[in-house]
């Protein structure tokens, strides 16, 4: 098969780690995989030094995908007030009896001129990217003779009601247009009930993400990350720097914890768009924790930061759908310490991995951390259930049929 992965996405994250490992677990060689994505995606170059198995790339550039759209240019004009609200406007103007028609004309033409013969579309959420739901629409109206597969990866929330109509017209044209539309969690499948278009769907498919090995992963002995050994008590969060993914919570607990265990330090790692990670480090020196704690830029050198870590800590406070960390920490052998958001309870289940906290409990957060931290013999028996969990659950081989198999039904 000629399969095109066709995705649009500005953040560094959980998306690029699916990718990689997708592509990476392939099972079958003689497929000609092509990724196509937007240029401006700043987690491209990571997963072109991370994919090992021959994949074309082709890069896409449009207005309302590029660097500067996204606010990512390095002058920091698209941050100006001017500008953003510029963009927004015009976006939210255009979008439905503009962009829509001519992505999906544009597209279909592309497509029908491709040697492509399978499409995958992966979205971050839905209804997520505009550029994504036209694709899947035409490659419908190109004339190929298979339909397209939508995976998606988190939460799909109501549409706003100046917009219903519009949202309702395109659920419906994706539905119609898709063979199976797959999600990485039960909760995340619930939430397509927000979207009446999808009511009477039936090709759904929950395939949970998976990794790869660590151990089939070269890992970067000359990395610049700080070395740390598994006697060193360190925490370990790897995120975005987004305030749903739970850092002002987290440090709210790591004020209790740090009373008992003085020494202790927390490494956070994760990409950072304008103020994001500024917010942070003002909550760090607001709750006197800059001695502590670690606030770092994006690295792909996670499987080295997890084999050393004392906890994974995950306080997402929504919109979570599945937290690939988890999985990671898993096959890493790493206790995990999470809340109870989204599909992160169904991922960590009853493993015996880690604990699952309330999202609104800092203290039961704490107590969790430092139950861990009082017994190494819990610590490594979590470890012990995380990797018997992964090997059983969570391969990126398993996964990567699943979605082949499908792809040939399409």
């Known amino acids: 098969m000629n399969i095109c992965i066709y995705t649009e996405n500005h953040l560094k994250g959980g998306v690029d780690t699916f990718l990689i490992n997708l592509i990476n677990a392939w099972p079958d060689s003689n497929d000609v995989l092509t990724l196509s994505c937007n240029a401006s995606h700043p987690g491209l170059e990571t997963i072109l030094q991370k994919v090992r198995h021959t994949v074309r790339v082709h890069k896409y550039y449009r207005f309302y995908a590029s660097k500067f759209a996204a606010r990512q240019d390095k002058r920091g004009i698209g941050e100006l007030f001017l500008v953003k609200a510029y963009f927004v406007f015009t976006y939210r103007m255009l979008q439905y009896p503009i962009l829509f028609p001519w992505y999906v004309f544009s597209l279909s033409l592309k497509f029908r001129k491709s040697d ?7 979205n971050g959420g839905y209804p997520a990217s505009l550029l994504c739901r036209s694709a899947i629409v035409a490659w419908r109206l190109s004339g190929k003779n298979s339909l397209a597969i939508l995976n998606f990866h988190s939460s799909a929330p109501l549409a706003p009601n100046r917009y219903k109509v519009f949202e309702d017209i395109i659920d419906k044209m994706v539905a119609k247009s898709t063979s199976h539309i797959i999600t990485v969690s039960r909760n995340c499948l619930d939430t397509l009930s927000n979207r009446p278009a999808f ?11 998976g990794i790869e090995e660590p151990s089939k992963i070269d890992m970067n002995h000359d990395s610049e990350l700080p070395k740390k050994s598994k006697k060193d008590l360190y925490l370990l969060m790897l995120a975005t720097y987004e305030p749903r993914k739970g850092h002002k919570f987290l440090l709210e607990s790591i004020q209790i914890v740090s009373k008992l265990f003085p020494n202790l330090k927390l490494s956070i790692y994760g990409y950072s768009t304008g103020y994001q990670k500024e917010f942070v480090a003002n909550e760090v020196l607001r709750l006197g924790l800059e001695n502590i704690v670690e606030l770092n830029d994006f690295t792909s050198d996670t499987h080295n930061l997890l084999r050393n870590a004392t906890i994974l800590v995950a306080p997402s406070q929504e919109y979570e759908s599945f937290n690939l960390t988890i999985i990671e920490a898993m096959a890493c052998g790493t206790p995990i310490v999470t809340t109870d958001v989204g599909g ?15 999202k609104d409990d800092p203290v039961a957060f704490a107590h969790a951390i430092l139950e861990i931290l009082n017994s190494e013999a819990l610590a490594i028996r979590m470890g012990l259930n995380g990797r018997q969990t992964y090997v059983d659950k969570y391969s990126a081989n398993g996964m990567s049929k699943k979605y082949r198999n499908l792809l040939i039904q399409a």
């Open 116 to 122: 492509f013969d399978r499409l995958l579309v992966v």
């Open 344 to 358: 992160m309870p169904e991922v960590l289940g009853d493993s015996g991995a880690g604990s699952i906290c309330p």
């Open 199 to 209: 009511n009477f769907y039936r090709n759904f498919h929950v395939i949970h993400n």
